[in-house]
């Protein structure tokens, strides 16, 4: 039913009832769209660091990657926590990550071995496949478990 225009009598109860209810949920309605403009902000800037990390990995020279980098390690203080510590492990091994713009021979992701295989493989499978030995060590141990199965009689 559509409210009343003006002040219910005392002796409509479910009327008020329902009133306040309206209002209790008006307000934790307004709490929540508060609430959710500080995620989309939070969000929005985590996105933005998302944008400045990637563009550090596309990068064509090592030169500009190191730039790049170097431009975001000085607002460090000002970052959000998650971003800060995964600065600091990519700090820790940026070098070896960026070996894909020395060297063109080596794929910026593990793609090529995935689709040696025509399977997009789970996390944890993928792991196994990020350098070329990697990959190797799977084939030689793929054939090995073949031989003893086929050749050998052995489960």
Known sequence: MP??????KKTEKKLIKNQNQRKKLKMENDRNKFKLKQIKN?????????EKIS???????????MNRFNKLNEKFDEMPEIIQDFMRKLSKKLEITLNHTKNRKIP??????ELL?????????????????GAQRQIRLNNLN??????????
């Open 3 to 8: 409210p009343k225009i003006g002040r219910p």
């Open 42 to 50: 939070e969000v929005k800037e985590y996105l933005e660091y998302k």
């Open 55 to 65: 563009k550090i990995f596309k990068s064509k020279t090592i030169k500009t990657a």
């Open 108 to 113: 910026s992701t593990n793609n090529l071995a």
């Open 117 to 133: 295989f025509r399977v997009t493989f789970p996390g944890k499978i993928k792991r196994i496949f990020r350098t070329y030995k």
């Open 146 to 155: 073949w031989t003893k199965r086929n050749v050998l009689g052995e489960n």
